[in-house]
């Protein structure tokens, strides 16, 4: 009987396996983080954020207090793009294009959602197509709000 | 000599273990009554019933299951063996008593388990034999608690499986887990390649790339030159 359980341990986890080797050639677990940087008298730093503050306070400079606004995770498929909504109307699209062993390419958008009369219209605030190495955060920002900035971090597995 | 008397050594006297004198006396006795007559009839009747009767044979089998619920009944932990129905024999009217199981009076709640042991369908010995009821025995015996034979199995195998699926779920979250955010999944040079770039006309791009041991990033600054 345990024998048999082994077996079944086994079997499940070399088809796991094999369903994952071809599931990475096919989706990519894409983890998107949104930051608030603001002035603020009394600093304040996420704990979540905690460990990074001072790669934070380098790339936006004069800014001491980080927010974390989103931290998602989500598998998305080749050629499709996920959608992850931020602060005041904006947002952050990612398109996986190809996956390797150890990385992968992707498209990342910042966009930012204007009223036009009765239609609400996404603009393309910043397009950037890059190869980055699996299990990395590459950090961007700098999209200006009513108080601080806006800035992300967006990592593939 | 009265019956009462008589009474009391009329089974010495149908075994033959009365002394001459007692057994004169009790012959007188019986010459003049009657109704102890009949009585010492019945006895040697059925006497020589007894005697010519030969129990049927019991199985090994039959010893191995008596023991082991006889055992079970002597620890509390199974109900006793019962012999429904004793053995019949031509020329003995059954009483209630005879009909008495052997070891217990009550019969258990459950239903039981009865198994039948059919007695050998001829015996050779005399006509009363000859035609006898077939014999049969009745043995109940109440399943034993807490003995189950691979009812283990199964809590083993609902452990597995429920190990396997936490197993799955944890390989899936592990899976799905985001990298922890700390400066060594931070990327830097060795790990990104820009291939394309396009931005608001209203901003302008810093890219931050450094050397090879700096953080990559890209930041914008609003053009202060577009108004």
Not at chain 1, 91 to 108: G, H, M, N, W, Y
Not at chain 2, 13 to 20: F, I, K, Q, R, V
Not at chain 2, 36 to 51: A, K, N, P, S, T
Request: proline share 7%.
């Amino acid at each position: 009987m345990i024998l048999a359980v082994a077996a079944l341990l086994t079997l499940s986890g070399a088809t796991r396996a094999a369903t994952e080797t071809a599931d990475s050639r096919q989706s990519l677990n894409v983890t998107i983080i949104g930051i608030h940087a603001t002035k603020e008298a009394k600093p304040f730093i996420d704990p979540a954020l905690k460990a990074i503050s001072a790669e934070l306070r380098k790339r936006a400079v004069g800014y001491n207090s980080f927010r974390l606004l989103v931290n998602l995770t989500r598998t998305v498929a080749i050629g499709k793009t996920w959608e992850c909504p931020m602060k005041e109307d904006y947002a952050r699209q990612v398109q996986p294009i190809k996956s390797e062993a150890d990385k992968a390419t992707i498209r990342l958008l910042w966009i930012r959602y204007v009223v036009s009369g009765r239609k609400r219209k996404a603009q393309e605030k910043e397009k950037l197509t890059l190869s980055i190495r699996k299990g990395k955060y590459f950090l961007s920002g700098g999209w200006k709000l009513k108080k601080g900035v806006l800035l992300g971090a967006i990592a593939v597995q | 000599m009265d019956c009462d008397e008589a009474k009391q050594m009329l089974a010495g006297y149908a075994d033959g273990e009365l002394s001459s004198l007692e057994n004169e006396g009790l012959a007188a006795h019986l010459e003049q009554c009657g109704r102890c007559r009949q009585i010492v009839h019945d006895q040697q009747r059925i006497q020589h019933v007894l005697d010519s009767y030969e129990l049927p044979p019991v199985q090994d089998s039959d010893w191995n299951n008596i023991g082991k619920a006889l055992k079970a009944e002597l620890e509390g932990k199974g109900e006793p063996v019962q012999l429904k129905t004793r053995p019949r024999i031509e020329g003995l009217d059954p009483t209630p008593e005879t009909q008495r199981p052997i070891v217990s009076a009550e019969p258990p709640p459950p239903v039981p388990i009865v198994r039948e042991v059919p007695a050998p369908a001829a015996r050779p010995r005399g006509a009363a034999a000859a035609a006898r009821t077939p014999a049969m025995t009745l043995i109940t015996v109440r399943p034993r608690k807490g003995r189950q034979p691979f009812r283990w199995m199964a809590h083993v195998a609902g452990a597995a499986a429920a190990a396997l699926v936490v197993a799955m779920g944890l390989a899936t979250l592990w899976t799905r887990a985001a990298p922890p955010l700390a400066p060594n999944t931070l990327a830097r040079q060795d790990d990104v390649a820009i291939m394309e770039l396009e931005t608001d006309a209203d901003y302008s791009v810093i890219l931050y790339t450094g050397d090879t041991n700096d953080v990559v990033a890209i930041w914008v600054e609003p053009d202060e030159s577009s108004g």
